[in-house]
């Protein structure tokens, strides 16, 4: 099992073999970012937002521990309290999940399922500009 470690609404899931966790980050502007008549950028940053990828092989994790994963991330929930690593520590904030998939790979008896995929995106974010 892969030594990634993280929580969804308080629950650690310690159980499931995460294959990938991906970090991507978005310094986003507000409403008066644009050029201006001689060219040059003008920035109305907002702040920073740190975003995960998670993919999960279903085969080597425990099998009651994904389904009740699967049903927490596609509840139709606003957000959800998320902590994943980030650095030398973790970071924890509220995300919401838009979507998410797997594949059914053996349906002979007792459905299998693979390659389960989904993307955490902060609801606000977790620096601001100084000054």
């Known amino acids: ?19 990938s966790l991906k970090r991507s980050f978005a310094v986003l502007d507000g409403e008066n970012a644009g050029r201006t008549m ?12 740190y975003n995960y990828s998670l993919e999960i092989d279903p085969e080597d994790s425990d099998p009651g521990e994904y389904d009740e994963l699967y049903e927490a991330i596609s509840a139709p929930v606003n957000s959800h309290d998320v902590s994943f690593p980030y650095g030398r520590t973790t970071l924890s904030f509220r995300a919401y999940v838009a979507n998410g998939d797997d594949e059914l790979f053996d349906a002979s008896g007792e459905n299998r399922w693979n390659n389960l995929t989904v993307n955490f995106v902060a609801m606000k974010p977790q620096r601001r500009p100084s000054g």
């Open 1 to 19: 099992m892969s030594q990634y470690t993280f929580t969804l609404d308080g629950k650690e899931y310690r159980r499931l073999h995460v294959v």
């Open 38 to 49: 001689d060219g040059a950028m003008q920035r109305d940053i907002v702040g920073t937002y």
